[in-house]
């Protein structure tokens, strides 16, 4: 069994920063891309930052210059620094990634519970 766990959510001012972490925890072969997502109300689920097993990373226009993902292979950990956020910024944040469990099984996509991530005055 995987579990994503994230950490970190909280509320902050505009211009404030938090930094959001998710663990994988588990029967864990290899631990593919993983990403962040994030859901507003009222919005549909859409994609914040990726980082693939390599290392290359993928951003949302909006959110480019102002957050940085990164990755721990050893402990096969995400994180996702946010500076400079912004009332839209405001959802829950969601981990994801691709896992394989034991070598001959096919590469499943896990996601996290999400953390609310709230920014306002």
């Known amino acids: 069994q995987v579990q994503l766990v994230e950490s970190g959510g909280g509320s902050v001012q505009p211009g404030g920063s938090l930094k959001l972490s998710c663990l994988a925890s588990g029967t864990i072969s290899i631990v593919y891309d993983m990403g962040w997502y994030r859901q507003a109300p009222g919005k549909p689920r859409e994609l914040v930052a990726t980082?693939?097993?390599?290392?290359?990373?993928n951003y949302a226009d909006a959110v480019k210059g102002r957050f940085t993902i990164s990755r721990d292979h050893a402990k096969n950990t995400v994180h996702l620094q946010m500076n400079s956020l912004e009332p839209e910024d405001t959802a829950v944040y969601y981990c994801?990634?691709?896992?394989?469990?034991?070598?001959?099984?096919?590469?499943?996509?896990?996601w996290g519970q999400g953390t609310q991530v709230t920014v306002s005055s």
């Open positions: 980082i693939a097993d390599g290392g290359s990373t």
């Open positions: 994801n990634a691709d896992i394989r469990t034991i070598s001959w099984r096919p590469t499943i996509n896990y």
